[in-house]
């Protein structure tokens, strides 16, 4: 019966957290519709280092990313193709003015002109 109980309680766990897994979002999205841009920082971070290029991809849904602009400070757009534009961003040390680099995006959604901007977080070497 304990074993039953146990099993049960571990099988929960084992749902809740694959759902809650799910449900979670990058938090450099745009959504309208069935339509999307996510900006995804390659090596897993959530933030870039000064000096340090970094390959950021935006993964377009239901968007043409060849009529799309990214524009920021230290972007490099390295190929668009398919639904994913490779970046790579370098932003020198004390460059801006407070530690967030802004990235401007452009774009169409059913023939709707459309801008967003992300706030991406920077930091030092450390």
């Given at each position: 019966?304990?074993?039953?109980?146990c099993a049960f309680i571990i099988?929960?766990?084992?749902?809740?957290?694959?759902?809650?897994?799910?449900?979670?979002?990058?938090?450099?999205?745009?959504?309208?519709?069935?339509?999307?841009?996510?900006?995804?920082?390659?090596?897993?971070?959530?933030?870039?280092?000064?000096?340090?290029?970094?390959?950021?991809?935006?993964?377009?849904?239901?968007?043409?990313?060849?009529?799309?602009?990214?524009?920021?400070?230290?972007?490099?757009?390295?190929?668009?193709?398919?639904?994913?534009?490779?970046?790579?961003?370098?932003?020198?040390?004390?460059?801006?003015?407070?530690?967030?680099?802004?990235?401007?995006?452009?774009?169409?959604?059913?023939?709707?002109?459309?801008?967003?901007?992300?706030?991406?977080?920077?930091?030092?070497?450390?």
């Amino acid at each position: 019966m304990i074993k039953n109980i146990c099993a049960f309680i571990i099988i929960i766990l084992i749902i809740n957290s694959c759902s809650e897994a799910e449900k979670k979002s990058s938090k450099f999205s745009y959504n309208k519709g069935e339509s999307s841009v996510e900006l995804k920082i390659i090596n897993g971070n959530d933030y870039l280092i000064y000096n340090t290029p970094t390959r950021v991809d935006f993964e377009w849904v239901n968007i043409d990313p060849k009529t799309s602009l990214i524009y920021g400070s230290g972007i490099k757009i390295l190929v668009a193709k398919e639904n994913v534009t490779q970046t790579e961003i370098s932003v020198p040390n004390n460059y801006l003015k407070n530690d967030s680099l802004n990235i401007k995006l452009s774009f169409e959604i059913d023939g709707e002109k459309l801008n967003t901007e992300f706030n991406v977080p920077m930091k030092n070497d450390k």
